[in-house]
């Protein structure tokens, strides 16, 4: 055990970006905004809502007991680092949480703009839900300054879901320490001094360890610049296909490279076009929460190639046609 999670930190260090403290936790994402939240928070947080995750984690600090504030955008709008800096001028918080890229929507928000307004603040802890872009866009954790970072294994880096990754800066697990009440299961300070030994702190998903470990030594072996290259490319596809025959969702220049949310200015079942390609054997997702029916989401991200892509596109214009 201690040999396999030494072999895996190094990588999951390189995918954050960070030389900051790494934690393994054998529960989805989920868990972990749960985490940050009860290790990081003792009272007030700023949420950055944006759709249905950002406004998942705000829930999940109005359950934990703390008082959420939420700064909220449209849908498809992105947030800017003004909003940001005007909110941060006006109140106290804690933390800022971030979802760095709303999968509801298909948004990339200026993580480095963003970052760098909360680091003018001293005492305002900047926490990344990055679970659908860890893998597939760059984060750098350490030169954005992120203190608390998480992703499930099962969005970009794809793997079997039922496992997430964070990374901790020294701030926050310093904040932690003194937090009363902040749990056993997620508590930062605990699973890092356990990690930093190489050790679990409670049984661990060995299954998933082991596939991490040959998980991160090919994504390693692409190479992360061409990853995120090649889920650009994978995106400016689907983004050229969907502006042809429907719309995107995101604002201009904050499409996300790893999902995109397609509008459905025609009006078409999406329920039925969505069987259809099932049929053929292609899956893409309707909208998520309030826009179920309003758009359909297609993933590139993870193991997908170009060329699946646009054997995808080709069924889907088939779809259409008939
Ligand atoms: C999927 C997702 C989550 C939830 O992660 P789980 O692994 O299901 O707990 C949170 N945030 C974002 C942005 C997601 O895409």
Same mark, same amino acid.
């Given at each position: 055990m201690v040999a396999l999670i030494q072999e895996i930190l190094p990588g999951v260090r390189i995918l954050f970006e960070t030389q900051e403290a790494i934690l393994l936790s054998s529960s989805s994402a989920s868990g972990l905004m749960e985490g940050a939240i009860r290790n990081c928070v003792e009272r007030r947080c700023l949420h950055l809502v944006s759709g249905a995750f950002g406004e998942r984690w705000r829930q999940v600090a109005a359950d934990c007991g703390r008082e959420p504030e939420s700064l909220q955008v449209a849908a498809g709008e992105p947030f800017t680092s003004e909003a940001v800096d005007e909110a941060l001028a006006k109140e106290d918080y804690e933390a800022v949480c971030l979802t760095h890229n709303e999968t509801a929507t298909g948004v990339t928000h200026p993580l480095a703009a963003i970052a760098q307004v909360v680091r003018k603040h001293e005492n305002v802890l900047l926490m990344v839900d990055a679970v659908s872009s860890l893998g597939g866009i760059p984060v750098a954790m350490d030169s954005n300054g992120i203190d608390v970072c998480f992703a499930s294994v099962q969005k970009a880096i794809a793997l079997p879901p039922g496992f997430s990754l964070c990374a901790v800066s020294k701030r926050a697990l310093s904040k932690a320490r003194g937090m009363k009440g902040r749990g056993y299961y997620f508590d930062f300070a605990r699973l890092a001094e356990a990690s930093e030994k190489?050790? *679990?702190?409670?049984? *661990?998903?060995v299954s998933h360890l082991m596939a991490l470990r040959v998980q991160l030594r090919i994504m390693l072996q692409e190479g992360l610049q061409n990853r995120y290259a090649r889920h650009a490319a994978m995106a400016e596809r689907v983004r050229s296909w969907a502006r042809e025959h429907f719309g995107v969702l995101a604002k201009s220049g904050f499409e996300s490279n790893t999902v995109t949310c397609v509008t459905n200015p025609r009006g078409i079942q999406v329920a039925e076009f969505i069987q259809r390609l099932k049929q053929r054997g292609y899956r893409i997702s309707n909208g998520y929460g309030s826009l179920k029916d309003a758009t359909f989401r297609i993933g590139h991200m993870g193991e997908h190639s170009l060329e699946g892509i646009t054997e995808l596109l080709r069924a889907m214009d088939e779809v259409l046609e008939a």
């Amino acid at each position: 055990m201690v040999a396999l999670i030494q072999e895996i930190l190094p990588g999951v260090r390189i995918l954050f970006e960070t030389q900051e403290a790494i934690l393994l936790s054998s529960s989805s994402a989920s868990g972990l905004m749960e985490g940050a939240i009860r290790n990081c928070v003792e009272r007030r947080c700023l949420h950055l809502v944006s759709g249905a995750f950002g406004e998942r984690w705000r829930q999940v600090a109005a359950d934990c007991g703390r008082e959420p504030e939420s700064l909220q955008v449209a849908a498809g709008e992105p947030f800017t680092s003004e909003a940001v800096d005007e909110a941060l001028a006006k109140e106290d918080y804690e933390a800022v949480c971030l979802t760095h890229n709303e999968t509801a929507t298909g948004v990339t928000h200026p993580l480095a703009a963003i970052a760098q307004v909360v680091r003018k603040h001293e005492n305002v802890l900047l926490m990344v839900d990055a679970v659908s872009s860890l893998g597939g866009i760059p984060v750098a954790m350490d030169s954005n300054g992120i203190d608390v970072c998480f992703a499930s294994v099962q969005k970009a880096i794809a793997l079997p879901p039922g496992f997430s990754l964070c990374a901790v800066s020294k701030r926050a697990l310093s904040k932690a320490r003194g937090m009363k009440g902040r749990g056993y299961y997620f508590d930062f300070a605990r699973l890092a001094e356990a990690s930093e030994k190489g050790q *679990p702190l409670a049984t *661990p998903s060995v299954s998933h360890l082991m596939a991490l470990r040959v998980q991160l030594r090919i994504m390693l072996q692409e190479g992360l610049q061409n990853r995120y290259a090649r889920h650009a490319a994978m995106a400016e596809r689907v983004r050229s296909w969907a502006r042809e025959h429907f719309g995107v969702l995101a604002k201009s220049g904050f499409e996300s490279n790893t999902v995109t949310c397609v509008t459905n200015p025609r009006g078409i079942q999406v329920a039925e076009f969505i069987q259809r390609l099932k049929q053929r054997g292609y899956r893409i997702s309707n909208g998520y929460g309030s826009l179920k029916d309003a758009t359909f989401r297609i993933g590139h991200m993870g193991e997908h190639s170009l060329e699946g892509i646009t054997e995808l596109l080709r069924a889907m214009d088939e779809v259409l046609e008939a």
